[in-house]
């Protein structure tokens, strides 16, 4: 049920009679909210204050004004004024009641009726580069990007998953160099992708220890001027003692300073730690310049080189299996996988385009769009020829424009690309695509406990396999710890017990990822998350499995399922109504979560109701209940309780289990 734009439908004539102008009028209906504090409000409407002005009297005349002309008698059970003028409204038990049955009698929907306009929605996430580990913040791009998908389906929208896989960057040419020159034929034939990431970082070592070499003469340079800009700042200084601006300058050339001496060292230490490693000084001699070399590579494999082609066209099955290996454990499918070699074949035209609408330029003997409000421009097309990761992202924005016409286009990156989009939506909108909402839907680091990013151990898509594995072990530490089973008097056959460990182990990462706002980062703690108490997917899946074995109870007890499946909801104690009202607002907050794409609304929504849940649970006794009438709503409202936490944890890709 959408409370709030029923809520809302009903004030709006009425204060359309003072608010002619369309936002306006949406403006102070937004002011109509959903109220936290129990027992005194369900719903708060703050919609007189901003009249005040307007009307020239006090707010509290408005208020009452208001809801002399608002009809609200079918919905609420009281409607009144507080304070300056706020209204206060609370709900008819018994109207909540009837929206509860029509939820329950619609186990599959819980009576969420599909939105009246359906929008088409591409979202892009994963994405990893398949040559390179695949690494903890493209599982935090899946995990979001597939609650994302889902509960924009669920709500009735065209939601098209595409996983832009990496298959063609730079990160090939460092493969295909490293495999010419550096592989091991029997590591390789055991076990491709692993002896593919070795190279990978064979490569990318000694690319960072040349360009560190090289920017000495740089960072000594730049070490030199701040030196002598603090100079001159203290000796202007000392002639104008007084002068506050100056002894600004002092500080600020003082920091520079710093900042350039801890750059310096930095690469001399990083310098100093491989000069002791002398058989990779010798093999950084003898690939000198392997920056260039590796682009060199880049470039034959995306001119057609023969012999790199069938590289690539080797590695990349491979790769994909690998990372597939990690989808299928997750349980995550797309819709499509064009990946960015896909577009190749487009890039050339995408450059031409911008050429022949005049937003880009040659500079500097490369091509580049220059954009309002950034020093550096976007390249499209480099000097030697080559197209970037933005000219892809171009042709396959243009690709999906006349693929699948979408209304939005979401892209779950890490926020360290935000630069990129930002230019990115701004070359698109240049280019026509207007009428699509383009969104970096950002995520924050994953951090580990030093306050660095989190690393798996080995760094690989291995890693991140044994990561998952470590979780399921956690979960089964705690779940299936046997004083604990003991206690709650299950005899889980190993296979039970593999299964939960399975449920709960992956819904603890997933819900770590989804439970914080995902702008922020976080520290991940894998002790913390598969805890049964606090905010976390074991704690929710356990209150859902808790609302089976109460149902399980009463039905050795003589009352079966088909006593409560109808049976009417009354809901009387505070407790009660109070849970009531919590599912009752089930479809407003999935939309809620969708209009910022914040699956971490949904994680806090659940982790209220499984509380809310709770203190039902001990206040409110069940099969000892006044009434058989009120033992078999209470039946009734558990399951409620039980099918929603189900379906919200559905839409984040949570599974649940029975028993545990
Ligand atoms: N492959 C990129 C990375 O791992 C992410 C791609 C995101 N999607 C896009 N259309 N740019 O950093």
């Given at each position: 049920?959408?409370?709030?734009?029923?809520?809302?439908?009903?004030?709006?004539?009425?204060?359309?009679?003072?608010?002619?102008?369309?936002?306006?009028?949406?403006?102070?209906?937004?002011?109509?909210?959903?109220?936290?504090?129990?027992?005194?409000?369900?719903?708060?409407?703050?919609?007189?204050?901003?009249?005040?002005?307007?009307?020239?009297?006090?707010?509290?005349?408005?208020?009452?004004?208001?809801?002399?002309?608002?009809?609200?008698?079918?919905?609420?059970?009281?409607?009144?004024?507080?304070?300056?003028?706020?209204?206060?409204?609370?709900?008819?038990?018994?109207?909540?009641?009837?929206?509860?049955?029509?939820?329950?009698?619609?186990?599959?929907?819980?009576?969420?009726?599909?939105?009246?306009?359906?929008?088409?929605?591409?979202?892009?996430?994963?994405?990893?580069?398949?040559?390179?580990?695949?690494?903890?913040?493209?599982?935090?791009?899946?995990?979001?990007?597939?609650?994302?998908?889902?509960?924009?389906?669920?709500?009735?929208?065209?939601?098209?998953?595409?996983?832009?896989?990496?298959?063609?960057?730079?990160?090939?040419?460092?493969?295909?160099?490293?495999?010419?020159?550096?592989?091991?034929?029997?590591?390789?034939?055991?076990?491709?992708?692993?002896?593919?990431?070795?190279?990978?970082?064979v490569?990318?070592r000694i690319?960072?220890f040349?360009?560190?070499?090289?920017?000495?003469?740089?960072?000594?340079?730049?070490?030199?001027?701040?030196?002598?800009?603090?100079?001159?700042?203290?000796?202007?200084?000392?002639?104008?003692?007084?002068?506050?601006?100056?002894?600004?300058?002092?500080?600020?050339?003082?920091?520079?300073?710093?900042?350039?001496?801890?750059?310096?060292?930095?690469?001399?230490?990083?310098?100093?730690?491989s000069s002791q490693d002398h058989d990779f000084i010798e093999r950084s001699?003898?690939?000198?310049?392997?920056?260039?070399?590796?682009?060199?590579?880049?470039?034959?494999?995306?001119?057609?080189?023969?012999?790199?082609?069938?590289?690539?066209?080797?590695?990349?099955?491979?790769?994909?299996?690998?990372?597939?290996?990690?989808?299928?454990?997750?349980?995550?499918?797309?819709?499509?996988?064009?990946?960015?070699?896909?577009?190749?074949?487009?890039?050339?035209?995408?450059?031409?385009?911008?050429?022949?609408?005049?937003?880009?330029?040659?500079?500097?003997?490369?091509?580049?769009?220059?954009?309002?409000?950034?020093?550096?421009?976007?390249?499209?097309?480099?000097?030697?020829?080559?197209?970037?990761?933005?000219?892809?992202?171009?042709?396959?924005?243009?690709?999906?424009?006349?693929?699948?016409?979408?209304?939005?286009?979401?892209?779950?990156?890490?926020?360290?690309?935000?630069?990129?989009?930002?230019?990115?939506?701004?070359?698109?909108?240049?280019?026509?695509?207007?009428?699509?909402?383009?969104?970096?839907?950002?995520?924050?680091?994953?951090?580990?406990?030093?306050?660095?990013?989190?690393?798996?151990?080995?760094?690989?898509?291995?890693?991140?396999?044994?990561?998952?594995?470590?979780?399921?072990?956690?979960?089964?530490?705690?779940?299936?710890?046997?004083?604990?089973?003991?206690?709650?008097?299950?005899?889980?056959?190993?296979?039970?017990?593999?299964?939960?460990?399975?449920?709960?182990?992956?819904?603890?990462?997933?819900?770590?990822?989804?439970?914080?706002?995902?702008?922020?980062?976080?520290?991940?703690?894998?002790?913390?998350?598969?805890?049964?108490?606090?905010?976390?997917?074991?704690?929710?899946?356990?209150?859902?499995?808790?609302?089976?074995?109460?149902?399980?109870?009463?039905?050795?007890?003589?009352?079966?399922?088909?006593?409560?499946?109808?049976?009417?909801?009354?809901?009387?104690?505070?407790?009660?109504?109070?849970?009531?009202?919590?599912?009752?607002?089930?479809?407003?907050?999935?939309?809620?979560?969708?209009?910022?794409?914040?699956?971490?609304?949904?994680?806090?929504?659940?982790?209220?109701?499984?509380?809310?849940?709770?203190?039902?649970?001990?206040?409110?006794?069940?099969?000892?209940?006044?009434?058989?009438?009120?033992?078999?709503?209470?039946?009734?409202?558990?399951?409620?309780?039980?099918?929603?936490?189900?379906?919200?944890?559905?839409?984040?890709?949570?599974?649940?289990?029975?028993?545990?």
């Open positions: 049920m959408r409370v709030l734009s029923l809520i809302r439908s009903r004030f709006a004539p009425v204060l359309a009679n003072w608010l002619t102008e369309p936002d306006a009028l949406n403006a102070a209906l937004e002011r109509i909210v959903a109220s936290r504090e129990a027992g005194l409000a369900d719903y708060q409407a703050n919609v007189a204050m901003p009249l005040q002005k307007k009307l020239g009297k006090p707010p509290l005349a408005i208020a009452e004004e208001i809801v002399s002309h608002v009809d609200l008698s079918d919905l609420c059970e009281s409607v009144t004024i507080a304070g300056q003028g706020y209204v206060n409204l609370r709900l008819s038990p018994k109207w909540l009641a009837q929206c509860l049955m029509e939820a329950h009698a619609d186990p599959e929907r819980l009576a969420v009726a599909p939105v009246a306009t359906p929008k088409t929605v591409v979202i892009d996430y994963s994405s990893p580069n398949v040559a390179k580990p695949m690494h903890v913040g493209h599982i935090r791009s899946t995990v979001i990007g597939d609650s994302i998908t889902k509960i924009l389906r669920f709500l009735g929208h065209k939601a098209i998953s595409d996983n832009h896989l990496g298959d063609w960057g730079t990160q090939f040419g460092m493969i295909i160099y490293g495999y010419k020159n550096f592989r091991d034929d029997v590591a390789y034939a055991q076990a491709p992708v692993a002896e593919l990431s070795r190279l990978y970082r490569v990318q690319i960072g040349q360009d560190a070499v090289a920017s000495i003469p740089k960072l000594e340079l730049a070490l030199t001027k701040a030196e002598q800009k603090l100079t001159e700042s203290k000796a202007k200084s000392a002639a104008a003692p007084q002068d506050k601006k100056l002894a600004k300058e002092i500080a600020v050339a003082a920091r520079q300073l710093d900042e350039a001496n801890e750059e310096l060292q930095k690469a001399k230490t990083s310098i100093e730690e001699k003898q690939h000198a310049e392997l920056g260039q070399r590796v682009l060199k590579e880049t470039a034959k494999l995306h001119s057609g080189d023969r012999e790199n082609l069938e590289l690539w066209e080797a590695f990349v099955p491979n790769c994909k299996d690998e990372i597939h290996s990690v989808y299928t454990r997750l349980n995550i499918q797309f819709d499509h996988e064009f990946g960015e070699s896909y577009y190749h074949e487009m890039l050339p035209a995408v450059v031409e385009d911008l050429l022949a609408k005049s937003l880009a330029v040659q500079s500097g003997g490369a091509i580049c769009v220059f954009l309002d409000g950034y020093e550096a421009p976007m390249i499209v097309q480099k000097q030697d020829g080559a197209y970037l990761y933005s000219t892809t992202d171009i042709a396959t924005a243009v690709f999906r424009e006349r693929e699948f016409g979408p209304d939005a286009s979401l892209y779950v990156v890490d926020h360290r690309q935000s630069e990129h989009f930002q230019k990115l939506f701004d070359v698109l909108r240049k280019i026509g695509l207007t009428h699509t909402e383009l969104k970096h839907v950002e995520f924050g680091t994953v951090l580990g406990e030093d306050g660095k990013p989190f690393k798996t151990r080995s760094g690989t898509v291995v890693g991140l396999n044994s990561m998952l594995d470590e979780a399921v072990s956690g979960a089964y530490e705690v779940v299936c710890d046997p004083d604990r089973l003991l206690k709650s008097g299950y005899a889980f056959t190993d296979a039970e017990k593999r299964e939960i460990s399975e449920t709960v182990g992956l819904g603890a990462i997933k819900y770590a990822d989804l439970c914080h706002n995902r702008t922020s980062n976080y520290v991940f703690d894998m002790k913390k998350m598969v805890q049964l108490q606090g905010n976390t997917a074991a704690y929710i899946q356990y209150s859902y499995a808790r609302t089976r074995s109460i149902l399980r109870k009463a039905e050795t007890d003589g009352i079966e399922t088909s006593k409560w499946l109808d049976a009417p909801l009354v809901l009387i104690e505070a407790p009660e109504l109070n849970l009531g009202l919590q599912l009752l607002r089930f479809e407003d907050m999935l939309n809620q979560s969708m209009v910022d794409y914040l699956p971490n609304v949904v994680t806090e929504y659940l982790f209220e109701t499984a509380k809310l849940f709770s203190s039902f649970y001990d206040q409110c006794s069940v099969l000892g209940a006044e009434t058989p009438e009120s033992v078999l709503s209470r039946l009734r409202l558990i399951d409620l309780t039980g099918i929603t936490l189900r379906k919200g944890l559905e839409l984040l890709g949570i599974g649940v289990v029975e028993r545990m």
